[in-house]
């Protein structure tokens, strides 16, 4: 391979992977990002439902949440974006991967915390969630 062959692939293998960088962008969420929007408040709702696959099927949403310790916060898949999962970063609930529209996974918190999660497939994408989850009144 000559010297202008070899850069003219690595220009366009640069070229390809800043547009597939470019898309991944508008996908970042809630994570520890400053732009992160401010969170859902739910306290004093016993059931709360997060949708999976939301926008353009590579978030939760909302993804920002906090609920009273007792609440029941329920995942349901939109059927957009492929295969899906919830899964705690530290091991407290994973659920099933699958693509299926209305398909639902849940976990009650019984106690306060902060829980992360991601969607494992889209983590690279920006695929995750946060709840606190506060004492109530």
């Not at 999976?52 to 609920?67: C, E, I, K, M, R």
């Not at 898949?77 to 091991?91: D, L």
């Amino acid at each position: 391979m000559t010297d202008r062959t070899r850069r003219a692939t690595l220009a366009a293998v640069g070229t390809v992977a800043a547009a597939s960088l470019a898309g991944c962008a508008d996908a970042v969420l809630p994570g520890g990002d400053e732009n992160d929007p401010e969170p859902a408040d739910r306290t004093g709702e016993e059931r709360v439902t997060v949708a999976v696959g939301a926008d353009a099927g590579f978030v939760f949403a909302p993804a920002n949440l906090v609920v009273d310790a007792g609440a029941t916060v329920v995942w349901e898949w939109t059927g957009a974006g492929g295969a899906h999962n919830v899964v705690e970063k530290s091991g407290v609930f994973e659920s099933e991967l699958t693509g299926e529209e209305g398909h639902t996974f849940e976990h009650a918190f019984a106690e306060a915390g902060v829980f992360e999660y991601v969607c494992t497939p889209h983590q690279t994408r920006g695929m995750e969630g946060r709840i606190e989850v506060v004492e109530g009144d």
